[in-house]
């Protein structure tokens, strides 16, 4: 009998049809099929939507440039620039606060500011709210005021996540009301730039914020007060022609794309090739239309040096203005 029995579970693996052997424990012959079986697992796990939600990126992050790999932790540690080529990765805006401004200085302005739908686009409310659950922001900037080594001073980080860093007209107000708290509190304003352009869900309404955050920037000229302005990558369209355009001082990271237009649609216009390294920062700087290309992890250093060429306080001042727990340092 237990030949028999052996036999059948035999034939069962060979067979591979469970159903055939109605008389056995269909448990038992599962049980050693998984014993004899060389595939262990059969199952893979497909994470919920929910999860991938909580882990929004990998282990490892693979440098677009040079295509190395390295830990997402590692690479976080170096500003998100990459070890052995130099590439400058993406920054969300409140990481890129985090590599400016003194540790609990910053505080956010306006920000539960929400676009409206003026043209009835579709399906633009449904896309906004998909990167604002995605990005945990409320629109493609963010504002506030904090210090820079001591030095106050009201920013505004654009973050390209959030439908590529457009401008609506929340980024406009955005940025036209941080503008107006320098001028009330005569402080310099800095600008982190990253934009696909104006945003075309909100037409004409977005071509607006060219001139409203030009004319802002304009006050603050008038006022006495300092722009510096920087150029991420991409900085493109609607906002490279505006606002990023017009700083006193205008600075860049590493190969960041700033252009007006497209590469192709130039060339297919003035029907001319144009130079490989055509609308990038180190080109822009050798045309003299930025002062400087700054690596990330010079960035603190040389916006303290301009802020202390400019500010008003004296060097003892500056000094009071820091944290305790700083000085101690
Ligand atoms: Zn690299």
């Known amino acids: 009998m237990e030949k028999i029995y052996e036999l059948q579970v035999k034939n069962t693996l060979l067979n591979n049809e469970a159903g055939s052997y109605l008389e056995m424990d269909k448990e038992v012959i599962c049980m050693l099929r998984d014993l004899f079986s060389k595939k262990k697992k059969k199952y893979a796990t497909i994470p919920s939507e929910e999860a991938k939600q909580e882990v929004p990126e990998g282990l490892m992050t693979k440098c677009p440039q040079c295509k190395s790999i390295m830990y997402t932790k590692e690479l976080k540690k170096n500003l998100s620039v990459c070890d052995s080529c130099g590439f400058h990765h993406?920054?969300?805006?409140?990481?890129?606060?985090?590599?400016?401004f003194d540790e609990g200085t910053?505080?956010?302005?306006?920000?539960?500011?929400?676009?409206?739908?003026?043209?009835?686009?579709?399906?633009y409310p449904e896309k906004s709210q998909s990167d604002r659950e995605k990005t945990g922001l409320n629109e493609a900037i963010v504002t506030g005021k904090g210090k820079i080594d001591g030095y106050p001073a009201v920013v505004g980080v654009m973050d390209a996540r959030f439908r590529m860093g457009s401008m609506g007209s929340v980024v406009g107000e955005k940025i036209v009301r941080a503008i107006e708290r320098a001028i009330v509190e005569d402080m310099p304003f800095i600008l982190f730039a990253a934009s696909g352009g104006a945003r075309m869900q909100e037409g004409v309404f977005s071509l607006m914020q060219m001139a409203?955050?030009?004319?802002?920037?304009?006050?603050?000229?008038?006022?006495?007060?300092?722009?510096?302005?920087?150029?991420?990558?991409?900085?493109?369209?609607?906002?490279?022609?505006?606002?990023?355009?017009?700083?006193?001082?205008n600075l860049a990271e590493p190969k960041a794309l700033i252009g007006f237009a497209g590469r192709r649609i130039?060339?297919?216009?003035?029907?001319?090739?144009?130079?490989e390294d055509f609308q990038t920062a180190e080109f822009l700087l050798k045309h003299g239309q930025l002062d400087r290309v700054v690596e990330r992890k010079d960035m603190k250093d040389t916006l303290k040096t301009i802020l202390s060429i400019h500010s008003p306080l004296s060097e003892g001042e500056v000094e009071e203005q820091k944290e305790p727990n700083e000085q101690e340092v």
């Open 106 to 123: 910053f505080e956010e302005f306006d920000q539960n500011i929400i676009s409206k739908d003026p043209l009835d686009f579709p399906s």
């Open 212 to 249: 409203k955050t030009s004319t802002a920037l304009n006050k603050l000229h008038n006022a006495g007060g300092l722009f510096i302005s920087i150029m991420t990558h991409p900085t493109t369209g609607g906002v490279s022609a505006s606002f990023a355009s017009l700083g006193d001082i």
């Open 90 to 100: 993406r920054l969300t805006a409140y990481d890129r606060l985090d590599t400016i």
């Open 266 to 275: 130039i060339e297919q216009t003035i029907r001319q090739e144009l130079p």
